[in-house]
């Protein structure tokens, strides 16, 4: 009886007919380690991105458990109603009496202003950058309007001050003469605000070219990703230019163009050099475009150099931790509109 190594021959093969093990080719290995340092490199990616996002969110977390801890002693001992007090404020001495009743005001009403003008002019710039505007004037117009986000917000304010406001003061005085019958173009209970041009309309349009370059960006990258696949259906249905925009781009663009107003709000609210040098006293709360006013900003880079004390820094930090909630209130409401829009 012939062993099985006998069968096969002193050969160290063996019978080339039987199945032997399988052979790995150099290609093949070097495809399984690609794929391992693929899938290694996704882990890593992934890891960084999570690790990122919670970093941001325990960042804010901070910022509101400063303003928070900074704040509360201050209201506490706060003899005014914080929210509807209207007074001068009163940050020395035993007492502490303040509120942010005009410091809302201000903030909102200049911020509204400049998202009214500058959310038509940046949808129209985009609309024209993205379809109508031949290629050799995208690239420059592009530049132009991007070259606004660059410019420092203090050189904002002493244009806005010194050119602007009075190039204004003729308009605000026809608009007092002539339209006084509405509530914004009352006469002015401080009429320096008139010769100067330093009133909340003058702020708010300055902010509103602050603002202009951030809208338009981010709705220009919004539009020109639409579909192809729309636009060639619209036009394939007989549609002209401006119905496909309507159909094909602004809808697919609205979730974007809000948020691109949302981020221009952001830094609307926020603003406080630019309309330091414009707006910096206290006025009253009537919807009057030519009064002037305090901002949650401008109000505390007037009063910054007098912290002197725990209390007194403290009631100005309940004036930032209220623009703070201001903002992320906003921001949420904003989210949620695009969220739905998606839906």
């Known amino acids: 009886m012939t062993s099985l190594s006998e069968q096969q021959g002193d050969s160290p093969q063996g019978d080339p007919t039987l199945p032997g093990p399988p052979s790995t080719s150099e290609g093949d290995t ?68 303040f509120g942010i009743p005009q410091l809302f005001y201000a903030t909102v009403i200049v911020a509204v202003i400049a998202l009214l003008l500058a959310m038509p002019i940046a949808l129209g710039i985009s609309i024209f950058l993205t379809e109508y505007a031949p290629k050799r004037l995208v690239g420059p117009i592009t530049y132009t309007v991007d070259l606004l986000a660059a410019v420092p917000s203090i050189v904002y304010g002493l244009w806005g001050i010194l050119v602007l406001g009075p190039a204004l003061v003729p308009l605000n005085n026809w608009l007092v003469g002539n339209l006084s019958f509405l509530p914004f173009f009352q006469q002015p209970t401080q009429v320096a605000n008139m010769s100067t041009g330093g009133t909340l309309l003058t702020g708010g349009i300055v902010l509103a070219v602050m603002i202009l370059p951030i809208i338009t960006a981010v709705t220009r990258e919004v539009f020109v990703q639409t579909p192809k696949g729309h636009r060639e259906a619209a036009l394939a249905l007989g549609a002209t230019k401006w119905e496909v925009v309507r159909v094909a ?95």
Do not use: C, H
Request: glycine share 12%; aromatic share 10%.
């Open 249 to 343: 781009v602004l809808p697919f663009g609205f979730s974007g163009y809000i948020s691109g107003s949302m981020l221009g709000l952001g830094r609307a609210l926020g603003e406080t050099m630019a309309l330091l040098l414009i707006i910096s006293t206290a006025g009253p709360i009537d919807f009057n475009l030519m009064e002037s006013g305090e901002t949650f900003a401008t109000k505390i880079a007037n009063n910054a150099a007098e912290f002197d004390s725990p209390a007194k820094t403290g009631a100005y930090i309940s004036a930032g931790l209220t623009l703070f909630v201001l903002t992320f209130v906003v921001n949420a409401a904003a989210r949620a509109v695009v969220t739905g829009k998606k839906k």
């Open 30 to 97: 070097e495809g399984l380690r690609s794929g391992t340092s693929s899938r290694l490199g996704d882990q890593i990616f992934r890891s960084l991105s999570v690790g990122s996002g919670f970093l941001v969110s325990i960042i804010i977390g901070l910022i509101a458990l400063f303003l928070l801890a900074q704040a509360v002693p201050s209201l506490i001992d706060n003899s005014a109603n914080f929210f509807t007090y209207q007074g001068e404020w009163i940050t020395t001495g035993t007492e502490l009496r």
